[in-house]
């Protein structure tokens, strides 16, 4: 905007403002003029004192007119150089047009300004003073700065970029220098390709896991540098390249790829290829992105590895063994050939610990399953249950006497002499058999029979197998006249309840009872459900039973709350009972028949293998009865295939230790390692846990300091009539040691 013409009027104005004579009217319409000028307008005399400022100045230096009025025009002045240049400019030349100079603002702020300068005469041509014209000059001063700056850096840029290039090709150039310094710092392979799949660029990373340099791969079909094959089957695999190339669409490498360099060298690898694009979008090429990740196939196959193998010996531990066996029994079904399940325990191993020390016993452990392990077959299993017993999975028996041949080499092969630490240790085994499928169990019952056998060879003498009788079992489950008495006492009466008590060690308060069952048997006395229960568990006889057991612990609950004694019982349901598909119907009958025992005092107690079948499926039915009120208990665990996951996916309130562990937690470092893990898996998960098998006091005093404090066994009490829980009840008191266990921690 031009500002001579307001200039030239402002000398006017201002000649006329200092005018003595009585023109007021012209005064009036002047000072409008200049109130709603938008540029600043203010006059000095030759003191510099201010003397007129209009509504624009104030507002630029935030002030009010009565504190500027009568100031001195350099308290406002950011440089006073420039008011000097521009006097004497004035007194040389009248006038001092288009100076910038810096005022202060009340703040303390600066603002940048443009001034117009003209001297004041009156009629006689006297100069009586100035008239000063600003204008806010800050944006545009913001703006010249970084006009200024911009042209500065585009100088910079200018003067890198090679001169013989064009425009275009100088960005196409830095562009390539950034791409190739930025593959050449990631730490991942890069390599691209043409559209025919040739090698058209390898970064260093490429370089190092394939073996060839960007100029020997250069030009070079894809494939014959980048050579991968599956880590499983050794196949060959296609390179994702040309799929790329033909569907123009990213490809990703399924898991276990394994690259083999030049040199032969060979390398996990994820990885995947893309498409390259021009801009109009016709394909030129594909990029190839793939990194090592051997180093965390190797941790994640030692973790797998630790998880299904046992850490001492190195032989397969209870999940891996899970696994052989299933794979084991499908196999000996489909080539009908017989499978052989030995359970192999040390006689007398805890004298050895105790005479040389645990550091001799895991010695001579390991020794064991070396040997095991050379006398079986190479489709064979060892595994080691813990402690001191191993399991034997033979594939491909012909006969008993095949197997009576290998058991008879494994127990002259652990009974010569070990030399361990200079010292000669001698020891045997026992060991006890069952064939599969002459035994048709499950692998649970399995194991089981071949327990049962090998205690029977300890108990005549040791040293020795003992082969499961097979046919007596046979014919003992499938007795019509066995059925038959069971059912007849079940019908009768014959069956009665025994509770043992579950107790809090930790607070000396009963919090329980598990309802066991017993045959009141006419001429045999009191049969223990072992001994008939097994006969009974695959018919629907068992489901009977089941009905009549929650029956008879709704109805004790009634009595034993009307005593004032609200303790939850526990009751034990077969596998075959609980998928009968008629439970859930069951127990919403014997709670209904039983409106006063609230449903939280009743638990169900259920093997952890009841879940092997469809875990979703037993998921949502203790899930079904929970939503009744009632609780679940895992029994036995650790006895059968334990699994995390199973553990995880089963929304049971309480682990049971089974009592096989707790027994010999005293003396036996692997048992103690055993309950110590599940009592943290038990809080890791939020479990209640609860240790049968508390023979003793010092059973007790070590649960507590390991974290358990619910537990039951002989050491509590052994099971009872229900007539004879109250009297028991009213007399149980805590064992001291217990107590002062308690006490010594809270301490």
């Known amino acids: 905007m031009d500002q001579q013409p307001l200039i030239l ?94 005022f202060k603002r009340r703040d303390g702020s600066m603002v940048h300004v443009s001034k117009n300068v003209r001297t004041i005469k009156d009629d006689a041509e006297n100069v009586t003073g100035m008239l000063i014209t600003v204008r806010d000059m800050s944006k545009l001063h913001q703006l010249n700065k970084a006009l200024e700056m911009t042209k500065q850096q585009l100088k910079q840029h200018a003067d890198e970029l090679e001169k013989s290039l064009t425009e275009r090709e100088q960005a196409l150039y830095l562009a390539k220098e950034l791409a190739e310094v930025t593959l050449a710092s990631i730490g991942d392979g890069v390599i691209t390709t043409d559209v025919l799949g040739r090698v058209t660029f390898l970064n260093p990373i490429a370089t190092n896991l394939t073996g060839w340099t960007l100029d020997e791969a250069q030009d070079k079909p894809l494939s014959e540098i980048f050579n991968i094959i599956n880590e499983v089957s050794r196949h060959k695999i296609k390179s994702p390249v040309s799929s790329v190339l033909r569907d123009g669409k990213t490809v990703t490498l399924a898991n276990h790829t394994v690259l083999i360099s030049r040199q032969g060298t060979e390398y996990n690898i994820e990885d995947s290829a893309a498409p390259i694009f021009k801009a109009d979008g016709t394909l030129m090429g594909c990029v190839l992105v793939f990194h090592d990740v051997t180093e965390k196939h190797r941790l994640l196959n030692a973790t797998r590895w630790q998880a299904t193998h046992d850490t001492l010996t190195n032989l397969p531990n209870r999940v891996l063994l899970s696994d052989r066996f299933n794979h084991a029994t499908v ?61 034997l999975l033979l594939s491909d028996v012909n006969d008993v006497d095949e197997l009576e ?6 127990l002259a092969s652990l009974s010569m002499p070990y030399f361990i630490h200079n010292k000669r240790i001698t020891i045997s085994a026992s060991i006890g058999a069952t064939l599969y499928p002459l035994d048709q169990s499950d692998t649970d ?54 509770y043992q008590p579950k107790v809090n060690m930790r607070t000396g308060v009963i919090v329980g009872m598990e309802a066991l069952l017993r045959w009141q048997h006419p001429t045999q006395g009191i049969i223990l459900p072992l001994d008939f229960l097994p006969q009974v568990e695959q018919t629907n006889l068992i489901i009977d039973i089941g009905v009549w057991v ?33 439970f859930l119907q069951h127990l919403k009958d014997a709670l209904a028949r039983y409106p006063d025992v609230p449903a939280h005092l009743l638990e169900i107690e259920i093997l952890e293998s009841v879940a092997l079948n469809d875990i979703n499926q037993i998921n949502q039915l203790i899930r079904d009865c929970q939503a009744l009120g009632v609780s679940f208990s895992l029994d036995d665990f650790g006895t059968g295939y334990s699994s995390l996951s199973y553990l995880k996916q089963l929304p049971a309130e309480t682990i049971k230790i089974d009592q096989a562990f707790v027994r010999d937690i005293l003396d036996d470092s692997d048992d103690l390692t055993v309950v110590e893990a599940v009592i943290n898996i038990g809080k890791v998960f939020h479990r209640k846990i609860i240790a049968e098998g508390v023979e003793t006091t010092e059973h007790g005093v070590l649960l507590l300091r390991l974290g358990c404090d619910l537990a039951q066994g002989f050491g509590i009490a052994r099971p009872m009539p229900a007539i004879q829980v109250l009297n028991w009840a009213n007399a149980y008191v805590a064992a001291p040691a217990w107590i002062k266990c308690v006490d010594a921690n809270r301490n």
């Not at 041949?405 to 494994?410: C, G």
């Not at 205690?455 to 007596?472: C, E, P, S, T, V």
């Open 9 to 102: 009027l402002h000398s006017e104005i201002g000649s006329a403002m200092f005018e003595t004579n009585a023109r007021n009217k012209e005064q009036v319409f002047l000072k409008q003029i200049l109130e709603n000028s938008p540029d600043g307008i203010f006059t000095v005399d030759f003191e510099l004192h201010i003397r007129y400022v209009n509504s624009a100045f104030c507002r630029l230096v935030n002030y009010t007119e009565q504190e500027l009025t009568g100031s001195f025009i350099t308290e406002h002045l950011g440089d006073i150089d420039i008011l000097n240049a521009c006097m004497k400019l004035i007194e040389e030349t009248g006038e001092c047009n288009d100076q910038e100079t810096i």
């Open 331 to 391: 196999r000996s079904q489909r080539q009908q050939n017989l499978l052989a399940v030995c359970i192999i325990d040390l006689d007398e191993f805890k004298p050895v610990n105790d005479r040389y020390g645990h550091n001799i016993g895991d010695v001579l452990l390991i020794e064991v399953a070396k040997r095991l392990t050379t006398i079986v077959r190479g489709d064979d299993t060892v595994a080691r249950l813990g402690g001191d017993e191993f399991v």
């Open 405 to 410: 041949l290998i058991m008879d080499r494994v």
């Open 445 to 498: 019952t399995l194991l089981r029979h071949a327990d049962q056998a090998m205690y029977q060879a300890k108990q005549r003498g040791r040293n020795q197998y003992n082969l499961f009788d097979i046919m007596l079992d046979r014919q003992v489950t499938s007795s019509h006249q066995t059925l038959k008495q069971i059912k007849k006492a079940l019908e009768s009466n014959a069956f009665v309840l025994y």
């Open 550 to 582: 929650m029956e008879q612990a709704m109805q004790q609950i009634s009595v034993w709350l009307k005593a004032g004694k609200s303790w939850v019982v526990s009751i034990n349901i077969a596998a075959l009972h609980f998928h009968s598909g008629d």
